[in-house]
């Protein structure tokens, strides 16, 4: 297996195959001709690819994310929705006229009235009085003057009580 010009160790020399030669190193391969031209353009390339494949990952998991919160959702609705059937069932069993009935003859004592404490709207309407007359008040000019009372809580002007100067 020897080669013209070949070494035995990798990265030992030129290397000859088929009328190209190739210089090896233990880190990059170089060919004549090739001075790393195409090698920044499939770095692009290649970083391009790999971004759009993580930014794809990225919405396949937001997607998942959001599908389970939805779920979420749903189910605290329903259960919600539950809820408000008890609730609107509880209602109406607490205004069961019924029950109203028995709890104001047990809690409250209540019970039917005397027959001479009922009495008749049509009979009250009879008694009820004629509205009140409304007299204008005089003019502001023509109005006596008014006196306050004295105060309860204010020390008088002269320092005596209210009581000494009622009393003369």
């Known amino acids: 297996m020897s080669r013209e010009g ?5 990265g030992a020399g030129p290397v000859a195959g ?21 090698a920044g353009a499939g ?18 998991i937001k997607g998942l994310e959001v599908a389970y919160e939805l779920g979420r959702e749903r189910r605290i609705g329903t259960e919600l929705e539950e809820q408000r059937r008890q609730l ?3 209602i109406g069993v607490l205004k069961d006229p019924g029950r109203m009935v028995t709890l104001a003859r047990e809690k409250l004592k209540m019970g039917p009235p005397a027959p001479e404490a009922i009495r008749s709207v049509s009979a009250l ?7 009140p007359t409304v007299v204008p008040l005089p003019a502001r000019s023509q109005r006596p003057a008014v006196q306050r ?3 309860v809580g ?9 009581a000494e100067k009622a009393a003369p």
């Open 125 to 131: 309407r009879w008694r009820v009085p004629a509205a």
């Open 43 to 60: 770095a692009f390339v290649l970083a391009i690819v790999t971004a759009g494949a993580l930014a794809h990952v990225a919405l396949r």
């Open 88 to 90: 609107q069932l509880e």
């Open 149 to 151: 009372a004295p105060s």
């Open 18 to 38: 088929a009328g190209v030669v190739a210089s090896v190193s233990a880190a990059t391969v170089t060919f004549p001709g090739r001075r790393g031209a195409g």
């Open 6 to 10: 070949a070494t035995g160790a990798v």
């Open 154 to 162: 204010k020390p008088p002007v002269d320092g005596k009580p209210a």
